[in-house]
């Protein structure tokens, strides 16, 4: 069994910093690319950024320049590191990684439960 565990979340006033972690557990054969994903009371799920498995990154326009996505895969570990952040940024921010548990086995998608992000103007 895997999971997925985030932390790191909280409230923070508007300009402050929070760093996300994301913590993979379990049969983990290997994992490849792995993202972050945030959704606001009554808006879509959108994709924050993703990381491949060697470290090529992506970002939503709208975080780019202030949000950084990192991965320690000798922990089987996720980052984000929030900065600068704004009001607008207030949502609760889950992690996916698409992991195979073994060789012979095809890769899926595994969530968080997610980590509540409260920015304060």
């Known amino acids: 069994q895997v999971q997925l565990e985030e932390s790191g979340g909280g409230l923070v006033q508007a300009g402050g910093s929070l760093r996300l972690s994301c913590a993979a557990s379990?049969?983990?054969?290997?994992?490849?690319?792995m993202g972050w994903y945030r959704q606001a009371p009554g808006k879509q799920r959108e994709l924050v950024a993703t990381i491949t498995a060697s470290g090529v990154t992506d970002y939503a326009d709208s975080v780019k320049g202030r949000f950084i996505i990192s991965r320690d895969s000798a922990k089987n570990t996720l980052y984000l590191q929030l900065n600068s952040l704004k009001p607008g940024d207030t949502a609760g921010y889950s992690c996916?990684?698409?992991?195979?548990?073994?060789?012979?086995?095809?890769?899926?998608?595994?969530w968080g439960q997610g980590t509540q992000v409260t920015v304060s103007s």
């Open positions: 379990g049969s983990i054969f290997r994992i490849n690319a």
């Open positions: 996916n990684a698409d992991i195979k548990i073994n060789w012979h086995s095809p890769s899926r998608t595994y």
